[in-house]
């Protein structure tokens, strides 16, 4: 059964770094695309950025210049590295990797107090 286990969250002030580690296990496969996803309460589940396995990324406008996403192909795990944090940026983030189908993440808190 594979499963991805989201880490590294918690509180920050603005302008503050977090690290999310999202690793995945029971899989025998390396995800084509691994990916953080967030999610503020009444709002719509919205896209942050992605990553291939060959490297290749893509970032939200919103997160551009302040989030990096990079993986570990060997650990089948996925980093996402989010510095200058703002209150916007407070979400439960998910984890998605995507190989035979979709798999998701159970999510993690981040908050970002002014």
């Known amino acids: 059964q594979v499963q991805l286990v989201e880490s590294g969250g918690g509180s920050v002030q603005a302008g503050g770094s977090l690290r999310l580690s999202c690793a995945a296990s029971?899989?025998?496969?390396?995800?084509?695309?691994m990916a953080w996803y967030r999610q503020d309460p009444g709002k719509q589940r919205e896209f942050v950025a992605y990553?291939?396995?060959?490297?290749?990324?893509s970032i939200a406008d919103s997160v551009k210049g302040r989030f990096t996403i990079s993986r570990d192909n060997g650990r089948n795990t996925v980093y996402l590295q989010m510095n200058s944090l703002k209150p916007e940026d407070t979400a439960v983030y998910y984890c998605?990797?995507?190989?035979?189908?979709?798999?998701w993440g159970q999510g993690i808190q981040v908050t970002v107090s002014s």
């Open positions: 998605k990797g995507t190989g035979p189908r979709d798999y």
């Open positions: 029971g899989s025998v496969f390396v995800f084509n695309t």
């Open positions: 990553i291939t396995s060959g490297g290749g990324t």
